[in-house]
């Protein structure tokens, strides 16, 4: 029998493809196990493996190279394709790093005498022995050193290529040790792209581009070596790192580093007709030194982080004429290209044309793109006009078959507020205080009730390359409000990004969701209580 994604076969998210369910039998994991390999390229992997498992269920495997002894029930990897394995299909989308995409499609077999694990290369067989951690540690106990679970065969595959978490970094600090809890959070669902949006209106985060004349910005950021060991640290866990440098609005922060780079005409403060005063900074492309400065930042970011793409932003290009808006992403994409990278923008930047090779981030929504526009542009009834510029985003977009990553205001930002009550009555404060008030609150069901390939209309399914969260953190004060966002809806996105279409419906899923809960506990992250779920 094979059941798709079932809450009832199984806890895992992202939904599995495949579960056959041997119904009538179970297989005893206990301490002293062997997990056993041949291939030295995942030693790592199963060493961490089973000091993942130890903390999360105090039962203790052990990695062993060569062969577990005969008899001895085992965990054993294997690095080896087989003809059910490369028969499932591949992921569709843009992949972050590299040429093609690694090959992250796996099976598990677990029988009443063993376990085996393979796939053709080592991301294939981190991604399935996550599944078995959680499988682990949401199984019901035999007693403290076993834990039984259900026999069967599992094939797994991703749906998309790109499936990631974008963090804002300049609105609210986050340290290296606390970044790369956000690393660990998003390989236990398997995501593999984390998009560091390192710079904005409010900070510059980058070590460079601050050898201008300005004052030292008081505020912190990351050293070479500290983007360095997030790289590595997430490398080592098959997660890309992808760094925006915001260009060319939402530049304050930059400009006040490099005064040389206001030209008088690029640091206006205007008001909005839906009712919000703005400012904005952006660079201005006809001065000199601007690329100067932007050529120099781009090469020594190119040279810390190793994924292929360089994010240019160019969202909220507000007051900012449009030919110099298409001038300097025109421009910024050429030179990423000149030294051996792929540019990326937000959607805004199909505005200065595009061609093979570009690739977007669909984000908008009505009332964020009004306050996209130059002020000439800007309609007096927003509504129809402003998703009529979104559509045309995308249809030129779609005339050159460009790639969207998809993260919908309405669906993939996670700093929508929480709708429904919390079954604690503590979190109240923190329900009040983050996210954005603009914003609609929003059921955790209502975020997780979204197709993507559906998302930028249905011609356009054949284009979506990924789908990607965003976490803003204009509300944020510190790491537990930051995970209070992610958690509990980020699971929701790996699922749409990871299982096929429609794997399962809310109800079903919901009850996957609750047996999660004790993992973030055991992982001291805060999550938000949603009365709609039914936590344990
Ligand atoms: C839009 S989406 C922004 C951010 C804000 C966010 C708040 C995008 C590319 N820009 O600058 O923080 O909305 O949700």
Redo the contacts with the bound molecule.
């Keep these: 029998m094979i059941k798709r994604g079932s809450a009832i076969s199984h806890t895992v998210i992202p939904a599995l493809l495949q579960f056959k369910v041997d119904e009538k039998r179970k297989f005893i994991f206990e301490s002293e196990m062997a997990v056993a390999y041949t291939d030295n390229r995942v030693a790592s992997i199963a060493e961490r493996f089973c000091s993942d498992v130890v903390r999360r269920t105090e039962v203790r495997f052990k990695p062993i190279t060569g062969q577990p002894g005969p008899n001895e029930p085992s965990i054993k990897v294997q690095l080896a394709g087989d003809h059910e394995i490369r028969a499932l299909p591949r992921p569709a989308g843009v992949w972050p790093v590299g040429d093609g995409p690694a090959d992250e499609r796996h099976s598990i077999t677990i029988a009443i005498d063993g376990v085996v694990v393979r796939a053709v290369e080592p991301v294939g067989v981190a991604r399935a022995l996550m599944t078995l951690i959680q499988f682990l540690a949401t199984a019901p106990r035999v007693d403290a050193r076993k834990i039984s679970v259900q026999c069967g065969r599992i094939l797994d595959a991703p749906r998309y290529a790109w499936r990631g978490l974008s963090l804002?970094l300049s609105?609210t600090f986050f340290t290296v040790g606390e970044i790369q809890r956000i690393i660990d959070l998003l390989t236990l669902y398997k995501l593999n792209v984390l998009h560091l949006?390192l710079t904005?209106d409010q900070s510059w985060r980058l070590p460079m581009g601050r050898s201008g004349t300005g004052p030292e910005s008081t505020g912190n950021f990351y050293s070479d070596d500290d983007l360095r060991r997030l790289v590595h640290y997430a490398e080592d866990r098959f997660v890309t790192v992808v760094p925006e440098v915001?260009m060319p609005g939402?530049a304050s922060a930059l400009i006040k580093l490099n005064p040389a780079l206001d030209t008088g005409r690029n640091n206006m403060e205007f008001e909005i007709k839906i009712g919000r005063e703005h400012r904005n900074a952006w660079l201005d492309p006809e001065l000199p030194a601007t690329f100067e400065l932007i050529e120099e930042i781009l090469v020594d970011v190119a040279g810390i982080f190793s994924g292929s793409y360089i994010h240019i932003?160019g969202?909220?290009p507000c007051g900012m004429p449009r030919d110099l808006y298409s001038t300097y992403v025109q421009r910024a994409r050429c030179f990423i290209r000149s030294i051996g990278k792929q540019p990326l923008g937000?959607?805004?930047s199909a505005r200065a044309g595009l061609g093979p090779g570009d690739v977007i981030?669909y984000?908008?929504t009505a009332i964020?793109l009004a306050?996209s526009l130059p002020p000439e542009a800007r309609p007096e009834t927003p509504e129809q006009q402003v998703v009529d510029l979104a559509m045309r985003d995308i249809e030129a977009a779609a005339e050159v078959s460009v790639p969207m990553i998809m993260?919908p205001?309405s669906h993939c930002?996670l700093?929508?507020p929480y709708a429904e009550r919390s079954t604690e009555a503590a979190e109240a404060d923190r329900q009040g205080r983050v996210g954005?008030r603009?914003?609609s609150p929003k059921t955790v069901a209502e975020s997780f009730n979204w197709e993507p390939s559906q998302a930028v209309g249905p011609s356009h399914a054949a284009q979506v390359a990924g789908v990607e969260a965003?976490i803003?953190?204009?509300t944020i004060s510190d790491f537990d409000d930051l995970s209070f966002l992610l958690l509990p809806r980020l699971p929701g996105i790996a699922e749409k990004a990871w299982s096929a279409p429609a794997a399962a419906d809310w109800s079903q899923y919901r009850d996957r969701l609750a047996r999660h809960g004790r993992l973030w506990t055991q992982d001291d992250l805060t999550y938000f209580h949603a009365s709609t779920v039914d936590w344990p």
């Design positions: 804002d609105r949006h904005d915001d939402h932003g969202d909220e937000w959607q805004e981030q984000w908008s964020a306050e993260s205001q930002y700093d929508v954005l603009r914003y965003a803003w953190a204009e």
